[in-house]
T-cell receptor, first 117, second 113 residues
């Protein structure tokens, strides 16, 4: 299957600092990537849709100035958590859609566990 | 009412059992249905992908979609301890090239050796 690589897999940062998470589609081009947040024992919550070459689309309630998304190429999207606070500690997951004639399949990265201390 | 309902479990079964996981949904526009497996602290892994109603089989896994009842299922035959994970159903509308998934809440499965 297609591979989506997410880095880092875990990070600990101090409150007030910024953290960048990378999401790469390794064997296909992704014009659209998605960023999710997942709390323990809960399902994935869509945060934003990242579009290559244009601004990201944020879900209601997600602060675009806090969660900066950049999709500079067809294989890379980044999520930067700015001025992180302990309440931002969570599991962040990206996905990329591989579009074929007969299907569109979403593949997920390994996830990034962010802990803000 | 959530768009996608999934029994959160937890579900425990003995090794070798047949497992049935289910989701119901309310949006009749959903046409693409997926099942993902998520191990603890990992990203979801795509298991099955189906379009519209019908059955699809892949090894020990069978996915069923009944659009008339707005009901999808994942069956796992001869379950193994390695199948212990959270299973998420997901679905999307046919909305062009950028499709967003609506997820169920996930069912936590434990297969006991």
């Amino acid at each position: 299957g297609a591979v989506v690589s997410q880095h880092p897999s875990w990070v600990i940062c101090k409150s007030g600092t910024s953290v960048k998470i990378e999401c790469r589609s390794l064997d296909f081009q992704a014009t659209t990537m998605f960023w999710y947040r997942q709390f323990p024992k809960q399902s994935l919550m869509l945060m934003a849709t990242s579009n290559e070459g244009s601004k990201a689309t944020y879900e209601q309630g997600v602060e675009k100035d806090k969660f900066l998304i950049n999709h500079a190429s067809l294989t890379l999207s980044t999520l930067t958590v700015t001025s992180a606070h302990p309440e931002d500690s969570s599991f962040y997951i990206c996905s990329a859609s591989r579009i074929r004639v007969w299907s569109t399949e979403a593949f997920f990265g390994q996830g990034t566990r962010l802990t803000v201390v | 009412q959530k768009e996608v309902e999934q029994d959160p479990g937890p579900l425990s079964v003995p090794e070798g059992a047949i497992v049935s996981l289910n989701c119901t949904y309310s949006n009749s526009a959903f046409q693409y249905f997926m099942w993902y497996r998520q191990y603890s602290r990992k990203g979801p892994e795509l298991l099955m992908y189906t379009y519209s109603s019908g059955n699809k089989e892949d090894g020990r896994f069978t996915a069923q979609v009944d659009k008339s009842s707005k009901y999808i299922s994942l069956f796992i035959r001869d379950s193994q301890p390695s199948d212990s994970a959270t299973y998420l159903c997901a679905m999307s509308e046919a909305s062009g090239s950028a499709r967003q998934l609506t997820f169920g809440s996930g069912t936590q499965l434990t297969v006991l050796p």
